[in-house]
């Protein structure tokens, strides 16, 4: 399952119900990733007390890979949905990445990833 960066940043803001629900997740053996536009939004909006904490969450997870078909996916998502869902790139790579691999997302954010029905929709 890929993890959205809402889920990630809900985590690192110690929300303790949507960290119980990964915790479960994991310990029914499913594999927690997260793509590395999560790292980079995350990053962006890190403040320097921050960086061991983020460290340590994104090193207890596995990386997607983002390449020249999740590209041509994403796009695809963007020419489809950029109007009317008011889809951005980072969330059409994220997107695309659970498609091209066949996971599912684990999002709070609906809206933001039109036509993907393996949505896992975690506790807040």
Request: aromatic fraction near 6%; proline fraction near 2%.
């Amino acid at each position: 399952m890929i993890l959205d960066s809402d889920v990630l940043i809900e985590v690192l803001r110690g929300n303790a119900q949507t960290a119980r629900w990964i915790a479960t997740e994991a310990s029914t053996g499913e594999t927690l990733r997260y793509s590395p536009v999560s790292r980079a939004e995350i990053g962006a909006g890190m403040r320097a007390k921050e960086e061991m904490g983020i460290a340590a969450l994104f090193a207890g997870l596995d990386a997607v890979t983002i390449d020249a078909s999740t590209g041509e996916l994403a796009g695809d998502r963007l020419r489809r949905y950029r109007r009317s869902h008011g889809l951005e790139l980072g969330d059409a790579l994220i997107g695309a990445s659970a498609l091209q691999y066949g996971e599912r997302l684990a999002t709070f954010n609906r809206r933001h990833y039109p036509g993907i029905t393996r949505l896992a929709l975690p506790d807040r």
